[in-house]
Nanobody, 129 residues
């Protein structure tokens, strides 16, 4: 049904920047929350950032102050600007979308894996020391 595609991953040096984009088939982000999660090899999937339908943003503690999430409703895209990258940021990054929401989003909701029903394939980000 809904398809999400991430792009922008790659290999960067520590301290560098990278911008990831999530594109949906159709304009499916406007009435839903969109989140970014990451999963390092052998680790559990971790919340990175999210943006709700009203434009409110949320960040995981490990990326706060370094990453910025934004959306462009006209283009149907959500971006994740990653600055001051560290080796610990190395992971596969996934874009995810919640069902259409008719309630006020909370941090607990947008940070929970179970809140999201649609996931992209993921894009690899590797940060070298």
């Amino acid at each position: 049904q809904v398809q999400l595609v991430e792009s922008g991953g790659g290999l960067v040096q520590a301290g560098g920047s990278l911008r990831l984009s999530c594109t949906a088939s159709g304009r499916t982000f406007k009435e839903a929350c969109v989140g970014w999660f990451r999963q390092a090899a052998g680790q559990e999937r971790e919340f990175v950032a999210a943006i709700d339908r009203s434009g409110g943003t949320y960040y995981g503690d490990s990326v706060k102050g370094r990453f910025t999430i934004s959306r462009d409703n006209a283009k149907g895209t959500v971006s994740l600007q990653m600055d001051s990258l560290e080796s610990d940021d190395t992971a596969v990054y996934y874009c995810a979308r919640t069902p259409r929401t008719a309630f006020y989003a909370t941090r607990a909701y947008v940070t929970a894996l179970a809140s999201y029903e649609t996931w992209g394939q993921g894009t690899q980000v590797t940060v070298s020391s």
